[in-house]
């Protein structure tokens, strides 16, 4: 439920209460025998079930309800197999909400997790591995050197991020139906990272099958996110490499700087934009080069590289945006793990077909044009015409944090404007993206422990779309130092402004225009 007023709660329980109306009081199938009845449901199509079992409630899986999981595969182009579960959770907890969840990285597996998350809130759910298995697949981690098969499949990269969840809902959907006799009321789905890319492209390619879609630290310009992880890693080589020590620095002298600009002290930074900080001003002296408490020319052309973004060698054109201030402490993966992980294997197995291929020949004009003609078209999903979702009433709702450990900051607010100005004006109607203070990837910051990292997104999304009630306000939840959190966050381009109280509280701020 949403809590920023007391209306909000009510209005969230009247549609948790009228979704639960809906439902039978008793389930038309028996968990024990679902296998047999769907397997002949599906027979002579794609969907083979391979198994059911009746969870007990509180097992050691982490449920608190009793659920009926579902193991199946759905088969695909070119002899290809997405592997899917779902979770059916008893009927007295039964919502009449579908929830399907994403994956994160190089996905080949299905995130239990989350769905687990899901089914605690009374959803059913379901997840798949993405259409390739990570144990094919360097156990779902790139690596510089390294074949990754999936890579080498155009079907099974469109499935990846395109495709994946859009093939696995419809036979979620009618497994659901079939198990509570009736049809599932509203679908909903919940992803971050690659995740939130795949959500960008149910919104994209399949705008017909979601309510409500939450993309988190959307990678949806995947191809590009590469590059900025190469362009990171190529300019913090060497003498340029910042240490974690000196990344600790950098962003505590940012905070000393800007804390206070939102009006609140509180070691974070509300809005990192309206900070105006002057790098120079942590070179090092000559006496002072071997300092981690300042920057070496090496060092300051580098985070100045970073805060700029990659560039066209071409004409200069940005490529994709660089990092704000106030994110520096989480930049070390940025000086090479991230570039290993992601950026070289998919120009080495996608781009080029060369395992040998050495990224430091990666030329920023003209093979930017191979990425985007070899990678981007399968991988990316930054449409502007999202006219499809827009006009049968679907809600996108987008969280990035300031201090995401991988994506720029400033990539969902350059989205956002892009899709306004391709739709002429607002679209806060179905679009909205909440910017998270101190926020990290998918969740907290470790350099910002004031920011609670649990976003009550599906909250917010079930008031907007069965309610009508567009979010004022995400509420961000968590703990520090023992003690309960709270803050708002608020949708693009407002802040929170503190209107007193307690600053841990989320009732203490409004939010508004800046």
Known sequence: ????????????????????????????QNCSTLTES???????????????????????SGNEYEYCQVIGKVAYTSNNTLNFNVYLPDATAYTGRFMAVGNGGMAGTIDTRNMMLQLNKGFAVAG????????LNNNGSGSPGVYLAYMHDLNQVEAWIHNAISTFTEPAKSIIEQYYGTPVRYSYYDGCSTGGAQGFALAQFHPELFDGIYAGSPGNWYSHLALSFL??????????????????????????????????????????????????TLACSSSSTNSSNCLTLAQLEAVKAIYAGPTSSLDGSELYPGFSVGSEASWLSQEGPLANAFSIPILQNMVFDDLSYDFLDFNWGSDVVAVDENAGRYIDEIST??????????????????????????????????????????????????MVPGGGHCGPAFNYPASPGTYHIADALISWVEGGEKPASVLSTGTMNGRGISRKLCPWPQTATYIGGDINVASSYFCESS
């Open 1 to 28: 439920m949403k809590f920023s007023s007391n209306a909000s709660v009510w209005a969230s329980v009247l549609l948790f209460s009228d979704a639960q109306s809906s439902v039978l009081p008793k389930l038309t």
């Open 38 to 60: 769907l397997a002949q449901s599906f027979a002579g199509k794609k969907v083979t079930i391979i198994n059911t079992a009746l969870i007990p409630a509180n097992s050691t």
């Open 128 to 135: 798949g591995d993405s259409g390739h298995l990570a144990a």
């Open 231 to 280: 362009w990171n890693a190529v300019k913090t080589q060497g003498a340029a490499n910042i240490p974690q020590t000196t990344l600790d620095f950098m962003t505590a002298a940012v905070l000393e700087e800007c804390d206070t600009l939102d009006g609140v002290k509180d070691n974070m930074l509300e809005n990192p934009l309206q900070c105006k900080f002057e790098i120079n």
């Open 385 to 434: 015409d999202l006219s499809l979702f827009r006009n049968r009433g679907g809600k996108l709702l987008v969280t990035q944090g300031w201090a995401d450990t991988y994506t720029a900051a400033i990539w969902p607010i350059q989205h956002l404007q892009d899709l306004e100005t391709f739709f002429g004006g607002d679209i806060s109607d179905f679009f909205n993206v909440f």
